[in-house]
């Protein structure tokens, strides 16, 4: 699948970029997210999109927090990717886990989530789970980017996520450690060749927060629009 079209630059739009087509608004304030901090803009704009809505409480109350330092479970990352992909957000059903209705649409949709991911539900989800639900949610097999295979050492090509992280780092959604993008160790079309590999780690098993997870919601609707958009461009581009 390498080398199939990559997202039109038109379409990589900023979190700020996005924070400007959904203005905010009170209902998108949350107290524990300071103005000044790096994950602001991600975290409202993503509020304001209804990627997230923040915590309940018992009564099932929005309490104005959202949480930012707190791992994203499994069922987070699954809901959040789900609508930035453009399916949801879905209304919450009486019993079952709240996540019910997002794992069934993925189902329906065809969206093959890692196996097991549904039992794992209320457990901190890792970076590479992450990226395996971003890559099913957009189709990953459509749209993969050209990188180097020598981007991670900690990611070799027997490690089970790395079909889904060699995807998200393709779409420029989630970069290893010391990097803004991916775009340095692509193939350069004006040289001919592709830039020297530059060894980094992307901590596969690690966790990730609900911060982090927000930029990565913004940032793949940003890139790539939605499911439905990103398909179909897919195949406008290639006649498939």
């Not at 949801?88 to 993925?106: I, K, Q």
């Not at 989800?125 to 097999?141: C, D, F, K, L, N």
Request: negative net charge; glycine residues 10%.
């Amino acid at each position: 699948m390498e080398g199939y079209p990559y997202p039109s630059p038109m379409l990589r739009r900023s979190a700020a970029v996005l924070a400007l087509a959904f203005p905010l608004t009170a209902l998108a304030a949350f107290r524990d997210v300071p103005p000044g901090a790096w994950f602001a803009a991600h975290v409202e704009t993503a509020a304001e999109m209804r990627f997230v809505e923040g915590y309940r409480d018992a009564e099932g109350n929005l309490t104005g927090e959202f949480g930012p330092g707190n791992p994203v479970t499994v069922a987070e990352a699954v809901k959040m990717t789900m609508v930035a992909a453009g399916l949801g957000p879905l209304d919450r059903e009486p019993g079952g886990h709240w996540s019910d209705p997002y794992f069934a649409l993925a189902e329906g949709e065809g969206i093959e989530l890692p196996e097991g991911l549904a039992t794992r539900r209320d457990a901190p989800a890792t970076r590479a789970e992450v990226s395996a639900i971003v890559a099913a949610a957009y189709q990953g097999a459509y749209l993969y980017g050209d990188v180097l295979d020598c981007n991670y050492s900690d990611v070799p090509l027997d490690h089970p996520g790395y079909y889904g992280i060699r995807v998200v780092t393709g779409l420029d959604i989630m970069v290893g450690d010391g990097r803004e993008t991916a775009n340095e160790f692509r193939w350069d079309w004006e040289s001919g060749e592709f830039p020297p590999c530059v060894v980094t780690t992307f901590r596969p098993s690690a966790s990730i927060n609900r911060a982090e997870m927000a930029k990565v919601a913004v940032t793949a609707r940003g890139n790539m629009g939605t499911r439905a958009e990103a398909i179909a461009r897919f195949r406008a581009e290639t006649g498939r």
